[in-house]
């Protein structure tokens, strides 16, 4: 049996799709909520999940208390932008029916939908994702980009069908995102001991913007994909730019 497990904030727009997504595939739907103020409650209740409000404590830990939730031997995380394609739903199904292995995880596609257009290219898709494991096997861990960490080796299969992300709504929506986080990984590299030259902050937003527009085809995506690779080649900038800030201060004198 599966139960799965979102974490959420203000999702009124999202949640809906994501429960609905999970029915039939999920034997348990466990929602933890960080102080949600307009009716990502109601409809999760409304859904048949259960509802539990809970102070935030970040991304790994927020996702750790969810699951210490769950009853069920077998998790599937999403996240509240998230919902289970038909095809995928297809996939969990008949794996349930057979039966899930012991000591395996399962991983699939995640394909963004930004601004209303599906984007195949600019190294957003297929973005492959872990997110059915054994109930106890693995905690998160990591505050920008969290993953998974096993405390025992397991076999890795991999689905048919694609897990849909509704990542963006709108440019601007993107960019206070792509500052938000560009900050917290500038200051989680200086953290684990990374320094930054000058140079670097020049040089590196435009390597992002042409490897990901030229070598991961972007420009196949259209105008929407030359959006994305700029907004990449900016959260570059912003995460360098953090980093060289925090390494200036720390060459400074201290004053007496």
């Not at 599937?76 to 038909?86: C, G, I, K, T």
């Not at 008949?94 to 195949?120: D, Q, S, V």
């Not at 960490?149 to 689905?159: E, I, K, P």
């Not at 196949?220 to 994909?225: E, F, I």
Request: proline share 4%; with cysteine; aromatic share 12%.
């Amino acid at each position: 049996m599966i139960s799965a497990v979102v974490i959420t904030l203000n999702e009124e727009r999202n949640i809906a799709r994501c429960l609905a997504s999970l029915r039939g595939v999920a034997d348990e739907v466990v929602v933890v909520d960080s102080g949600s103020t307009d009716r990502t409650e109601a409809l999760c209740r409304e859904a048949g999940a259960r509802f539990v409000r809970h102070e935030w404590q970040g991304y790994s830990e927020q996702k750790n208390y969810a699951n210490s939730l769950a009853s069920h031997p077998w998790l599937l995380s999403l996240d509240a932008d998230e919902a289970l394609s038909p095809r995928l739903r297809e996939s969990l199904l008949a794996l349930k029916r057979e039966g899930l292995r012991p000591h395996t995880a399962y991983t699939f596609n995640r394909l963004p939908n930004y601004c209303g257009r599906w984007i195949r290219h600019c190294g957003w898709y297929p973005d492959t994702s872990l997110r059915l494991w054994p109930n106890g096997e693995a905690r998160w861990e990591g505050e920008v980009h969290e993953g998974l960490r096993f405390s025992s080796a397991v076999q890795r299969v991999h689905l048919k069908g694609d897990l849909e992300h509704y990542s963006y709504y709108t440019v601007g929506e993107h960019a206070r995102q792509t500052v938000k986080f560009a900050l917290l990984a500038g200051e989680q590299a200086y953290n684990r001991g990374r320094r930054c030259h000058a140079l670097t902050v020049g040089f590196k937003p435009v390597a992002t913007f042409l490897h990901d527009y030229l070598l991961r085809l972007g420009f196949l995506d259209g105008y929407t994909g030359y959006t994305i690779c700029r907004m990449s080649a900016f959260y570059t900038f912003v995460k360098y730019a953090r980093l060289r800030e925090l390494t200036l201060s720390s060459a400074l004198p201290d004053r007496p």
